[in-house]
DNA sequence: TAGAATATAGCTGTTTACAGCTATATAAGA
DNA sequence: TCTTATATAGCTGTAAACAGCTATATTCTA
């Protein structure tokens, strides 16, 4: 190849995981490893002597955390392009990655090939996941979207309510004592923020509840 | 006019309406005028020994109406088209004769012109109906589509009931009294078939009404 | 595995809803 | 003009809804 390689670092507390991507990284012969650490410390020096163009960097980290250090990466070479990798799947991790300026998310456990593929598509200024990533990020964004997330109990309760049936018979029915479908009512009335049930299947209506 | 034209017949039984018709059908020179009547006994034999085309037909008749009539003009002589001409502007009388083989339906205060327009259409097979009478039928078909007919204060009502407030509440809202919003509300619950608050908001989610 | 969410059950008031009636004045329609 | 529909107001019960709490067992899930 004649072209020049793009650089890379990692930044992993891990030392197997540094020594294992280092292998996978060789073999495939993409990228220029031109280093790695176990801090953010150690790297913010080297990133200012020298080029880097990605970093593959994790969240957990010690003293300055992955997503600081990221933003810290961003305004010391912006045209540094930040991976992350790492463990964590909450969602709040990931969005902070993304909002300090990371250009997507790779799990640890993906495989070398999607790991390469992440990076490439990093490279090219799009934002990437890897695939358990990305099913996180959707459900999330189902749940979201469904604006109330009512339980299947209170789903169930909800439509008998907008059937008509009143309190002690849904009891009856679902053999569960009043005050239990009680207190189902009134965590939907909560949910859907409706003062009282001619307003709660108004709003349920709405948001396709029913 | 080369053609022999359609032969027609008056039953009505205001001397008048007869004399006036026979006058304009005379300028015309569409149809063979070739007898009036003013009530169906006389008519019946008349019919039974002479072909008649059409027959324009009263509803209101001494002896016999102009409905019954009409059944025992279509069972003597089916070839025979019938066009009611009255000033009964009820839904059911219209329904009736159309029941009983009527081609149409013409208002007595139609023009001459509407009145030559719907013999031919009736001619031709058609149904029709003066302007008058066509609009009467049309608001009763939109009376009837409107599955269920709430009052201007019922939907006033109505709207605020899906938006949560309460009997009190709407009372004091519209000056009412707590007792006549309830009336409202028991009317609407009445006309809606519905058991309660919760399942009237869904059928008039249904249905359209908010 | 610890913590969060869910499903369950309970108690006590107060407020609303609902059923069942009567009644009257006005407006609209046949 | 006469009937029907509408809008108004009233009364009396009973049933249901609602607000505000506590509490526990189970199930999800990070």
Redesign the pocket.
């Known amino acids: 190849m004649l072209l020049p390689k793009p650089t890379l670092a990692i930044v992993d507390d891990h030392p197997i995981v540094i020594e294992g991507l280092t292998k996978l990284l060789m073999k495939k012969e993409k990228f220029d490893l031109i280093g790695s650490f176990t801090n953010g410390m150690d790297f913010i020096p080297f990133l200012k002597a020298t080029p880097v163009k990605i970093v593959l960097l994790d969240i957990v980290l010690p003293g300055i955390d992955g997503m600081d250090l990221c933003k810290e990466i961003k305004s010391i070479s912006p045209t540094t392009t930040v991976l992350a990798f790492s463990n964590h799947?909450?969602r709040s991790g990931i969005m902070k990655m993304l909002e300090n300026g990371a250009s997507g998310y790779v799990l640890k456990d993906a495989s070398i090939d999607e790991l390469m593929f992440c990076i490439e598509e990093a490279l090219n200024g799009k934002i990437t996941f890897s695939k358990a990533i990305n099913d996180i990020l959707i459900q999330a964004q189902l749940k979201e979207n469904r604006l109330t997330?009512l339980?299947?109990?209170?789903t169930e309760i909800l439509k008998l309510?907008a059937n008509g049936i009143?309190?002690?018979?849904i009891?009856e029915h679902?053999?569960?004592?009043?005050?239990?479908v009680?207190?189902?009512?009134?965590?939907i009335?909560q949910k859907l923020k409706a003062?009282?049930?001619?307003e709660?299947i108004s709003i349920a209506n709405q948001q396709g509840l029913l």
């Open positions: 799947q909450e997330k339980t299947k109990r209170e309510i009143t309190t002690p018979h009891a679902l053999f569960l004592s009043k005050f239990t009680e207190n189902h009512r009134k965590n009335l003062k009282n049930m001619a709660l």
